[in-house]
């Protein structure tokens, strides 16, 4: 059953409310999330760069930061597509 726009009583289901949209609080709370996850990311670049340049490599280290970035980068997408969740025309 999807609710009506006017009705936000409802269960919100990955941040979108069915049948209508996501409030400021949730906007402001994505927001928030996606700009942490942004700096862990920026964070994690300049680790692994600063690994790269040691002469000392730690590969297994590396690779688990490497690991790490990519899945923030998919945590980014994720937010980033339910505050822009495309419309389908």
Partial sequence: MMKYVSD???????GVIPGGLMNTSDDNTLRHKLTQLRQEHRDLDE???????????????????????????????????????????
């Fill in 8 to 14: 936000f009583s409802g269960p919100c289901i990955f």
């Fill in 47 to 89: 680790a692994i760069l600063a690994l790269e340049a040691a002469t000392e490599r730690d590969q297994l280290r590396l690779t688990r930061l490497k690991k790490r970035k990519l899945s923030l980068k998919d945590k980014i997408a994720r937010l980033e597509d339910q505050l822009l969740p495309d419309i389908i025309a």
